[in-house]
């Protein structure tokens, strides 16, 4: 049996159709690409999102705040899980500008090399707050001056009566790396010189208020919303005036050492993430701000 060319041509247009749906059953390739190749949407942040999860996590001293506010917006948001933790500035800055969290914490603002990283990162402030200077309840230094608070933290001066107080050997407690309080400090306070090498370092505002409140000769430094009854804030003298650190001081710009708090997001913020940080920013969120013990950028 002989077959004409036209059959043959037929045959082989057949078998190389077959073989090419065949072969994009195979591979999956429909020829779209997929999402991950068509856009720069990060997916761990897109998951979150869809699944109703705000991620947030940072700064200890932002923490309460975000932690009450959190509480708030899960009550008016049902559907939605706010998750907050805390780790220091240093961990929010790279949460956010990796994207493994949906909004980082800082109790600074962003650095130079930190923004040459994460060059897409906004900052988005909610407060003001102020560092205190605390010591044990029963040693109730009347105050300080700035050059103080730094020769004792270097480990110029290392004993109480140099300042004032009773002879007792100073344990100077401070806080680790990832502070973003630690960073505010070692610029605005130390001008970036060296720690004294017998500073304890602590993770947290809180772990330096208990360490201060348990040691009768110990100094530290915490952010105003950690200031209770059971330590005592140092006045700082200021032209020959003691100023005590509140809200009104830092308000009013009296108390020397005031930063900002900034949550961050990489990139403009959208979706639950933007309706977070409004809310944070709304009459109701900045209410939780002062009840926490920090200075509103709204009235």
Known sequence: MRC???TISGALLIGL????????????NTGETTSTESTNVNPIKAAQEESGVLTITGSTTVLPVAAQAAELYMDNHPGVDVQVTGGGSGV???SAGEGTAMIGM?????????TEKYPELQEHQIAIDGIAIITHKTNPISSL?????????????????DVGGSDAEIIVIGRDSASGTREFFHEKIMNKEDFAQ????????????????QTPAAIGYVGLGYIDENIHAVPILVDGKAIVPSIESVEDGSYPVARPLNLL???????????FIGFISSPEGQKIVTEEGFVPITR
């Open 106 to 114: 800082a109790s600074r603002d962003l650095k130079k090399e930190e």
């Open 92 to 94: 929010g800055v790279q």
């Open 4 to 6: 004409n060319k036209a």
């Open 145 to 161: 001056t700035l050059d103080q608070v730094k020769a004792i933290y270097n480990g110029n001066v290392t004993n109480w009566k």
């Open 265 to 275: 997001t990489n990139g403009e913020p959208e979706g639950i993430i933007s309706e």
């Open 198 to 213: 017998t500073q304890l370092e602590k993770n947290s505002n809180g772990a330096v208020r208990q360490s201060v409140e």
């Open 17 to 28: 159709c077959i073989f090419a749906v065949l072969l994009c059953g195979c591979t999956g």
